[in-house]
C-alpha cells in the first residue's frame, strides 16, 4: 500500500507540475489575448472548437484508455492501436473538412469555413501521441507528459500574442491551438523511446475495442453534451455572447476540471492495478474526494466573491459582462470533482458499459432541462447547467456504492465540511472588497488572502478531513527528517 502510494503521490505530483506550469502560462496568455481581442473572437473559436473536439474524441478516448486499464500490454496492442488511431484520425479529419460549410451556414458565420478546415489539423496531431502518451503513463512517468505539454503551451501562446499584436485578430487563437498540439506531440516523440514498427494484429484490435468501444461512444456524447451549451448560445444568442460564455467556462475550468483531470490521469493508472481490491479502492476514493474538494471548493467560492474585481483587474471592460456567467459556472465547478471521481471509479473497475448507460441518462436530462432553459437567455441556460450537475450525482454515486461501497450520503459527508467552509470564505472575500478602500489589485490581492486565511481557519475548526490529512503528512516529514 505505501508503494502505490507513492506512485499516486510522484504522479500527481508531476501532473500538478505540468498542471501549474501549463495553466499558468495559459491563464497570463489569456489575459493578454482578451486585452488584444473582443468576445467575438473568442465565441468563433469556441464554435470551431466543438467540430474537432467531437471528431477528437475517435481518436483520443477509448483504445488510450483500454491500453492503460489492461493489466499487460503487447507490442502488438501499441502497434495496433497507433495505426488505428492515424487511421481514424484521417477519416475523422476528411468528415471535419467537407462538413464546414454547413457547420458555418448552421451559425451563420462564414468565416468559420476556413477556421474549420485549419483547427480541425489538431486532429491529426493528437492521434499521433496517444500511444506515447499510454505508454508514459503505465509506467507512470508523468514528468515526460508535463515537459511536452509545458513546452507546447508556452511556445503556442507567445506565438499567439505575437499574431495578436501584429492584428491577427481570431486567426492569433486558432494559431495558438494548432503550434500547442504540434510542438506537444513533437517534443512527446523526441523524449519518449518508444517507436512503432510495421505490425498489425486484429485480434488487438477485437480485445481494446471491446473495452474502447463504449467509451468511444460515451465519450462522442459527452463532448457533444459538454458542448451543447456553446451550440444552443451560438445558435441562438450570437458570437459576442458565446464568446463571452467560453470566456468564462475557461476561467472557471482552470483550476476545478484542470486540476480533477490532473490527479485522474496520476490515479487511473495506479489505481487500476488494484481494481479488484475494494475495500482499498473506497479507502483511496474517499482520500482522493476529501483531498479535492479541500483544495477546488475554497478556489470556486474565492472566484465567485471576486469576480467583478478580478475582471477589471486583469482583462478589459469589454469581458463585465461575462461576471454573472463566471460565477454560475463556479458553482458548476465546485460539483465537477465529485462526478468525474466517480466516473473515474467505472473506468478503474472496468465497467465502460455502466459508464454508457448512465452516462445517457444524465445527457438526456441534461438536454432536456437545456433546451427548456432556452427562452431564460444565457442565464438560464447556465442555471440548467447546475440543475443537471447535481441530478448527475444521483447515478454516478448509486454506482459507486454499488461497486465499492461509497454511497451518496458517505460522499455527502466527506464534501460537507470543505463546502461550508468555502462558503464563508467567498462571503468574507466578497465582505472584504465592499467594506475596503484601496488600489484595485491591492483589494483583490488582500480579497484573496483574507478568503484564504480564514478558509484554512474555519475547516481546522471544523477537523476537515483534507487539511488533517495534509497537515499528518507535512508532521511525519518534518519528523522524519528531525
Known amino acids: 500500500m505505501k508503494s502505490m502510494d507513492r506512485k499516486i503521490g510522484i504522479g500527481v505530483l508531476w501532473n500538478l507540475v505540468s498542471l501549474f506550469i501549463t495553466k499558468s502560462a495559459n491563464t497570463l496568455f489569456t489575459i493578454f489575448l482578451a486585452r488584444l481581442l473582443v468576445p467575438e ?85 493528437n492521434a499521433a501521441r496517444v500511444v506515447q502518451t ?22 503556442s501562446g507567445v506565438l499567439a500574442i505575437g499574431a495578436a499584436w501584429y492584428g491577427l485578430g481570431v486567426w492569433s487563437l486558432v494559431i495558438q491551438m494548432i503550434s500547442s498540439a504540434l510542438m506537444s506531440v513533437i517534443i512527446l516523440w523526441f523524449l519518449s523511446s518508444w517507436r512503432p514498427s510495421v505490425e498489425y494484429s486484429f485480434e488487438s484490435f477485437t480485445r481494446l475495442f471491446s473495452f474502447a468501444k463504449n467509451l ?12 451543447s451549451y456553446i451550440l444552443v448560445i451560438g445558435r441562438f444568442f450570437g458570437a459576442e455572447a458565446t464568446g463571452l460564455y467560453f ?27 488494484m481494481q479488484d481490491d475494494n475495500t482499498g479502492l473506497k479507502a483511496k476514493y474517499r482520500q482522493i474526494v476529501q483531498l479535492m474538494i479541500f483544495i477546488i471548493a475554497p478556489v470556486m467560492a474565492l472566484l465567485v466573491g471576486c469576480a467583478p474585481m478580478l475582471i477589471e483587474v486583469a482583462f478589459s471592460k469589454s469581458w463585465i459582462a461575462a461576471v454573472p456567467y463566471l460565477q454560475l459556472l463556479c458553482v458548476v465547478g465546485a460539483l465537477y470533482p465529485l462526478n468525474a ?65 461509497y454511497s451518496l450520503i458517505t460522499q455527502v459527508k ?69
Open 134 to 155: 499510454a505508454v508514459c503513463s503505465r509506467a507512470m512517468d508523468f514528468k515526460l507528459i508535463m515537459k511536452s505539454n509545458a513546452l507546447g503551451v508556452i511556445i
Open 41 to 125: 473572437a473568442f465565441g468563433l473559436v469556441a464554435m470551431a472548437t466543438i467540430v474537432f473536439e467531437l471528431a477528437n474524441i475517435f481518436v483520443n478516448s477509448g483504445f488510450g484508455s483500454a491500453l492503460i486499464q489492461s493489466k499487460t500490454v503487447t507490442e502488438k496492442d501499441l502497434n495496433t492501436t497507433f495505426y488505428t488511431n492515424i487511421l481514424l484520425s484521417l477519416i475523422a479529419y476528411a468528415i471535419i473538412f467537407f462538413s464546414a460549410p454547413y457547420v458555418a451556414e448552421f451559425y451563420e458565420q462564414t468565416e468559420l469555413v476556413l477556421i474549420i478546415k485549419v483547427t480541425g489539423l489538431v486532429v491529426i496531431f
Open 341 to 405: 471521481i466517480n466516473t473515474n471509479l467505472l473506468m478503474v473497475k472496468g465497467e465502460s458499459g455502466i459508464l454508457l448507460k448512465i452516462g445517457l441518462i444524465k445527457k438526456g436530462v441534461s438536454l432536456l432541462l437545456l433546451f427548456l432553459s432556452i427562452p431564460y437567455g444565457v442565464l438560464g441556460v447556465i442555471i440548467s447547467q447546475i440543475v443537471a450537475s447535481i441530478f448527475s450525482l444521483l447515478p454516478n454515486a448509486y454506482f459507486a456504492n454499488k461497486l465499492i461501497g
Open 216 to 227: 468511444l461512444v460515451e465519450g462522442f456524447l459527452e463532448v457533444l453534451f459538454r458542448n
Open 414 to 482: 466527506d464534501v460537507l465540511k470543505p463546502y461550508t467552509s468555502a462558503l464563508i470564505c467567498g462571503f468574507i472575500s466578497w465582505l472584504f472588497i465592499q467594506q475596503v478602500e484601496a488600489y484595485p489589485l491591492l483589494l483583490l490581492i488582500g480579497a484573496g488572502l483574507t478568503g484564504v486565511l480564514s478558509y484554512i481557519f474555519i475547516s481546522y475548526i471544523f477537523r476537515a478531513e483534507g487539511l488533517m490529512f495534509i497537515m499528518s503528512k507535512l508532521v511525519n516529514k518534518y519528523q522524519s527528517k528531525v
Open 247 to 273: 470566456f468564462a467556462k475557461k476561467i472557471s475550468e482552470l483550476i476545478s476540471q484542470q486540476l480533477t483531470t490532473a490527479v485522474q490521469k496520476a490515479t487511473f493508472p495506479a489505481l487500476a492495478v
